[in-house]
């Protein structure tokens, strides 16, 4: 078994250990601190100017004209990890204002965001492109000052495509949300551990918690409704979030070309912008035992390697599907190459760890153990109501939205993915939308239909000896 915890080590708390190791800090998959604000070196300046602009830059599609006669920067100058964070959000940002910011989206991505953005993308292992980790993740302040980051009131992004509250609180919702979860993390990790150790107050004491935590995260996402407009998300917000993979309706049939200068550059095919990378959710499905399927590749879809947007023959070498280690990665495998690389770790090892759904699964001889099972399966349930209610959220964002379009002429995510009755609607990743959600709805609520006896023949490590 693959230690989180080590146990050399008894005096060091879980959260202090898994801070350490996977960068989970009090606040979750949040910063510890609230991110910088601005890059204060004169050098970056521009960079800054331009972020803070881009609303009134993208209105008066003004941007592209204004990165093209400009400088390329370095990224030599970025002095701590924030600074680099800072960076990275800014260029992000800057990158989807520059392909989606126009009457047609731009193939090419000019060197001014491309030289600098592939150095940021490579310091993290983060795919160059609008990832979770940049629009949401790295891109908050509180508005009080301090480090409270569960009260979606009390938060802005720091940088929005278009200025509104709308698109703040959108991603101040999964700020909070990520803030409001955090301490239940560590309790979970100790409940995984204590399925060894048949500890049945540890086990108990982390599925109660997380029942709470998915109850008021269910909670906090109906609270999406109260500042984000659904027309208003769908017409200006969402198109900035699309991604260059699956997008030749949208009129991006090889990607966007990453020009380098100098004659270099390379095609890349990359996912846009989604909640659906945050490794909060995934974290709670791990824990879970919850298993996903839906998203996968066609077989006769060319395989594009997750972390560069390449096709796999000019990838990489450390590219998972080149190594043909992962065939047709299915959406929630895929966007881990999304989540920054201490938190896709961390999942990693979590799930070698043990398992709360194989201990629900072998009955035990001890008094509590219906109880545990008991907890586990409602566990399953609230996590499976979570995503009903996410469901009904994307139904008013996005489906109920697509079939009021007309025809427009701008090119772009939305139109290019409104059928008039919304059954051909894509995600961000052009994943199949509807069916794709209800299936990992329904894998949530599939994972608590434990059964009473084992089957005959298996064995399980946690036997009663
Ligand atoms: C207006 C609000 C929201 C909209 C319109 C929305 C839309 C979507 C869409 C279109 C997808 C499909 C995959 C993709 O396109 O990448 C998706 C997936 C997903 N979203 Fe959201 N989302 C919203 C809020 C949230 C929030 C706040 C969370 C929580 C952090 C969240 C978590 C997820 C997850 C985990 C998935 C993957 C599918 C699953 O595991 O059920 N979403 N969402």
Not at 21 to 47: C, E, H, I, M
Not at 79 to 95: D, I, K, M, N, P
Not at 193 to 200: F, I, K, L, N, W
Not at 356 to 379: I, M, N, R, W
Request: glycine share 6%; hydrophobic share 35%.
């Amino acid at each position: 078994m693959p230690a989180l915890i080590e146990t050399c080590v008894p005096a060091t708390s879980t959260q202090e250990t898994i801070s350490r190791k996977y960068d989970v800090t009090q606040n979750g998959f949040l910063p510890s601190s609230a991110p910088l604000r601005r890059l204060t070196d004169p050098y970056y300046a521009l960079w800054e100017l331009l972020a803070e602009k881009l609303p009134e830059l993208l209105e008066r599609k003004l941007l592209r004209y204004i990165v093209d006669s400009s400088q390329v920067l370095s990224t030599d100058r970025l002095q701590s990890e924030e600074e680099w964070r800072r960076a990275y959000v800014v260029l992000v940002f800057l990158a989807h204002g520059y392909i989606w910011g126009g009457d047609r989206p731009s193939e090419v991505l000019p060197p001014q965001i491309t030289v600098p953005l592939l150095k940021l993308a490579e310091h993290f292992d983060l795919p160059p492109c609008a990832t979770y980790a940049g629009l949401v993740l790295w891109n908050f302040e509180t508005l009080n000052n301090d480090s409270d980051f569960s009260d979606p009131d009390n938060l802005r992004a720091i940088n929005t495509f278009t200025g509104t509250e709308s698109e703040s609180w959108f991603y101040m919702i999964s700020v909070a949300l990520e803030a409001q979860s955090a301490w239940v993390m560590p309790l979970m990790v100790d409940a995984i551990e204590a399925t060894h150790s048949r500890d049945y107050a540890k086990m108990k004491k982390g599925l109660e918690q997380i029942i709470i935590a998915i109850k008021k995260m269910d909670e906090l996402l109906k609270r999406m409704y109260e500042k984000c407009d659904p027309a208003l998300f769908y017409d200006k917000i969402r198109p900035f979030l699309a991604g260059s993979a699956n997008m030749e309706a949208a009129g991006l049939p090889n990607g966007v070309f990453y020009d380098e200068g100098d004659g270099k550059g390379s095609w890349r095919k990359l996912m846009g912008g989604s909640n659906g990378q945050s490794s909060l959710i995934q974290f709670f499905d791990v824990v879970l035992g919850v298993e996903h399927t839906g998203g996968a590749d066609k077989a006769s879809v060319p395989k594009v390697c997750p972390v560069s947007g390449m096709a796999t023959e000019e990838s990489t070498s450390g590219c998972p599907v080149s190594a043909g280690k992962e065939k047709n990665m299915g959406y929630h495998e895929k966007v881990r190459a999304y989540m920054p690389e201490p938190h896709r770790r961390f999942l990693r090892s979590l799930a070698r760890m043990g398992s709360l759904q194989a201990f629900a699964s072998t009955p035990q001889p001890d008094a509590e153990f219906e109880q545990v099972k008991e907890l586990y399966q409602l566990a399953c349930k609230t996590m499976g109501d979570f995503r009903c209610t996410h469901i009904q959220v994307v139904t008013k964002y996005i489906i109920i939205q697509a079939r009021k379009q007309p025809v427009g002429e701008t090119l772009n995510l939305a139109k290019a993915s409104s059928a008039s009755d919304g059954s051909d609607l894509k995600g961000t990743g052009g994943t199949s939308l509807a069916a794709f959600l209800k299936q990992s709805r329904d894998e949530s609520y599939e994972a608590g239909r434990v059964p009473d006896q084992p089957a005959p023949g298996v064995s399980s490590e946690y036997a009663v000896m």
